[in-house]
Protein backbone atom coordinates (compact mmCIF):
# COMPACT_ATOMS: atom_id res chain seq x y z
CA UNK A 1 0.00 0.00 0.00
CA UNK A 2 3.25 2.35 -0.56
CA UNK A 3 1.74 3.42 -3.70
CA UNK A 4 -1.00 4.89 -2.09
CA UNK A 5 1.25 8.06 -0.61
CA UNK A 6 2.45 8.77 -4.00
CA UNK A 7 -1.06 9.75 -5.03
CA UNK A 8 -1.31 13.38 -6.30
CA UNK A 9 -4.68 15.43 -5.31
CA UNK A 10 -5.18 15.01 -9.89
CA UNK A 11 -4.89 11.38 -9.64
CA UNK A 12 -7.67 11.03 -6.45
CA UNK A 13 -10.01 13.32 -8.50
CA UNK A 14 -9.41 11.12 -11.59
CA UNK A 15 -9.84 7.64 -9.84
CA UNK A 16 -13.07 9.38 -8.91
CA UNK A 17 -14.24 10.30 -12.26
CA UNK A 18 -13.86 7.24 -13.35
CA UNK A 19 -15.75 5.41 -10.50
CA UNK A 20 -18.85 8.23 -11.15
CA UNK A 21 -18.89 7.29 -14.66
CA UNK A 22 -18.88 3.85 -14.10
CA UNK A 23 -22.02 3.93 -11.49
CA UNK A 24 -23.89 5.90 -13.53
CA UNK A 25 -23.31 4.17 -16.80
CA UNK A 26 -23.98 0.60 -15.11
CA UNK A 27 -27.98 0.65 -15.28
CA UNK A 28 -27.60 2.81 -18.60
CA UNK A 29 -25.60 -0.47 -19.97
CA UNK A 30 -27.85 -3.02 -18.56
CA UNK A 31 -31.25 -1.86 -19.51
CA UNK A 32 -33.70 -3.97 -21.13
CA UNK A 33 -36.01 -1.61 -22.43
CA UNK A 34 -39.50 -2.37 -22.21
CA UNK A 35 -41.29 -5.84 -22.52
CA UNK A 36 -43.07 -5.81 -26.24
CA UNK A 37 -43.33 -9.58 -27.43
CA UNK A 38 -43.01 -13.31 -26.12
CA UNK A 39 -41.27 -15.62 -28.56
CA UNK A 40 -42.93 -19.12 -28.03
CA UNK A 41 -40.98 -21.88 -29.49
CA UNK A 42 -41.85 -25.36 -30.20
CA UNK A 43 -39.03 -28.13 -30.87
CA UNK A 44 -36.39 -24.77 -31.37
CA UNK A 45 -38.61 -23.43 -33.91
CA UNK A 46 -40.16 -20.09 -33.35
CA UNK A 47 -44.04 -21.11 -32.87
CA UNK A 48 -45.80 -17.69 -32.46
CA UNK A 49 -44.71 -14.53 -31.57
CA UNK A 50 -47.15 -12.63 -29.13
CA UNK A 51 -47.79 -8.84 -28.64
CA UNK A 52 -47.60 -8.56 -24.80
CA UNK A 53 -50.22 -5.53 -25.72
CA UNK A 54 -52.73 -7.82 -26.20
CA UNK A 55 -54.39 -10.08 -23.89
CA UNK A 56 -54.58 -13.85 -24.78
CA UNK A 57 -54.55 -17.57 -24.58
CA UNK A 58 -52.24 -20.10 -26.68
CA UNK A 59 -51.96 -23.28 -26.80
CA UNK A 60 -48.93 -24.95 -28.07
CA UNK A 61 -48.51 -28.62 -28.91
CA UNK A 62 -46.01 -30.63 -27.87
CA UNK A 63 -44.69 -34.30 -27.62
CA UNK A 64 -45.86 -34.97 -24.37
CA UNK A 65 -49.31 -33.06 -24.97
CA UNK A 66 -50.59 -29.01 -24.67
CA UNK A 67 -48.81 -26.49 -23.06
CA UNK A 68 -50.72 -23.51 -22.40
CA UNK A 69 -49.22 -19.74 -22.42
CA UNK A 70 -51.09 -16.92 -21.30
CA UNK A 71 -50.95 -13.05 -21.67
CA UNK A 72 -52.08 -10.69 -19.41
CA UNK A 73 -51.28 -7.17 -18.85
CA UNK A 74 -47.95 -6.94 -20.59
CA UNK A 75 -46.58 -10.34 -19.19
CA UNK A 76 -46.63 -13.73 -19.98
CA UNK A 77 -46.96 -17.06 -18.06
CA UNK A 78 -47.01 -20.55 -18.79
CA UNK A 79 -50.49 -21.74 -17.39
CA UNK A 80 -50.28 -25.46 -17.84
CA UNK A 81 -47.90 -28.28 -19.53
CA UNK A 82 -47.46 -31.69 -19.08
CA UNK A 83 -44.43 -32.02 -17.99
CA UNK A 84 -43.94 -34.08 -14.64
CA UNK A 85 -41.92 -31.21 -12.84
CA UNK A 86 -43.82 -28.45 -13.67
CA UNK A 87 -40.68 -26.06 -13.73
CA UNK A 88 -41.75 -24.02 -16.59
CA UNK A 89 -45.19 -23.20 -14.50
CA UNK A 90 -43.81 -22.78 -11.12
CA UNK A 91 -41.66 -19.71 -13.12
CA UNK A 92 -44.46 -17.55 -12.77
CA UNK A 93 -45.40 -13.93 -15.25
CA UNK A 94 -42.35 -13.31 -16.77
CA UNK A 95 -42.37 -9.30 -17.36
CA UNK A 96 -38.95 -8.33 -18.42
CA UNK A 97 -37.02 -8.30 -21.80
CA UNK A 98 -34.95 -11.68 -21.25
CA UNK A 99 -36.60 -13.59 -18.90
CA UNK A 100 -37.54 -17.39 -20.32
CA UNK A 101 -39.34 -19.80 -19.22
CA UNK A 102 -38.57 -23.75 -20.88
CA UNK A 103 -40.87 -26.95 -20.34
CA UNK A 104 -38.02 -29.16 -21.85
CA UNK A 105 -39.67 -32.24 -21.26
CA UNK A 106 -42.76 -30.96 -24.15
CA UNK A 107 -39.89 -28.62 -26.00
CA UNK A 108 -41.86 -25.30 -25.34
CA UNK A 109 -40.34 -22.40 -24.31
CA UNK A 110 -41.55 -19.10 -23.73
CA UNK A 111 -38.54 -15.73 -24.06
CA UNK A 112 -39.75 -11.82 -23.19
CA UNK A 113 -38.26 -9.83 -26.16
CA UNK A 114 -38.16 -6.18 -25.50
CA UNK A 115 -37.62 -2.90 -27.94
CA UNK A 116 -34.61 -2.21 -27.05
CA UNK A 117 -32.36 -5.38 -26.57
CA UNK A 118 -32.90 -8.15 -27.79
CA UNK A 119 -31.93 -11.17 -24.04
CA UNK A 120 -28.11 -11.90 -24.02
CA UNK A 121 -27.22 -15.09 -24.53
CA UNK A 122 -24.19 -16.89 -22.91
Not at 38 to 45: D, N, T
Not at 90 to 112: D, F, H, K, M, Y
Amino acid sequence: MFWVGLLKPGDWLLVLLGVVVCALSFPVAWRAGIAEKAIVRQAGEVFSELDLARNRRLEVPGPLGITTVVVDRRRVRVLADPGPRQYCVRQGWLTRPGEIAICAPNQVSVEIRGGNHDSLAY
